[in-house]
């Protein structure tokens, strides 16, 4: 446990920091998207969908980056199955193991329910697959002294899977449903002369005369 908390315990504190930000930029952004849609539920689910997408990535962000105490540089580990074994057989691996799970199970959960082309568990497995081969990539060019692991990858591509499976019931309930258009009404004008038959009896001479002086 003393492992896990020197390596991971800078980020309880930095998650307390972080939490009260996204709390407050919660109705914020609720309220901004208000004025332009009529569903209140609509404009406040998909501000905190948001706001807590924002929060996973600062966090996934600062622990990329956060060099471990101690450490002197990164290490490679490329087996897969290595670091399974290990947390199996020790109870400090098995937690680093599950929040590996956990890391990118938020994005898994949360991105589908914002992008209509991330509605499929190939496409997030495929997506996590580059995140995680980028995290890991970066963890090791920046010498952060954490193990650049292929198990690594594979737990948190899981851990993505797993999330999106479990919110895939709820995929579709912060669509926007697109505003009926009424047809524009339109005159229709008879573009045929309309011929006015007057009976030969009404048309006689003295009418002809009156509207025809020339013909006196």
């Given at each position: ?20 930000y ?10 901004h998207r208000r004025?332009r ?15 807590t ?18 450490a ?12 399974l ?19 990118l ?23 996590a ?29 899981l ?6 499976a ?21 005159r ?6 309309v ?6 009896s009404?048309?006689?001479?003295r009418?002809?005369?009156?509207a025809?002086?020339?013909?006196r």
């Open positions: 446990m003393g492992e896990l908390l020197r390596a991971f315990g800078a980020m309880i504190p930095l998650t307390i920091t972080a939490i009260p996204a709390l407050l930029g919660w109705p914020l952004l609720a309220a004025r849609q009529a569903d209140r539920f609509s404009a406040s689910a998909t501000a905190a969908v948001d706001m997408l924002a929060l996973a990535c600062f966090l996934v962000l600062c622990l990329v980056t956060m060099p471990v105490t101690g002197q540089g990164s290490r490679l580990s490329l087996e897969p199955g290595t670091d074994r290990l947390a199996l057989s020790d109870s400090a691996n098995l937690w680093q193991a599950l929040g590996n799970v956990l890391m199970s938020p994005l898994g959960a949360l991105l589908p329910l914002r992008s209509r082309r991330l509605r499929s568990l190939g496409r997030i497995a495929l997506g697959l580059a995140v995680s081969v980028l995290v890991e990539g970066t963890q090791y060019l920046i010498q952060a002294g954490r193990v650049t692991s292929a198990d690594d990858i594979l737990l948190n591509t851990g993505a899977v797993l999330g999106a479990l919110s895939k019931r709820l995929w579709h309930r912060l669509d926007v449903r697109p505003p009926v258009t009424i047809p524009m009404q339109v229709r004008v008879c573009e045929a002369p011929r006015l038959r007057v009976p030969r009404v048309w006689d001479e009418y002809s005369g009156v025809h002086p020339q013909r």
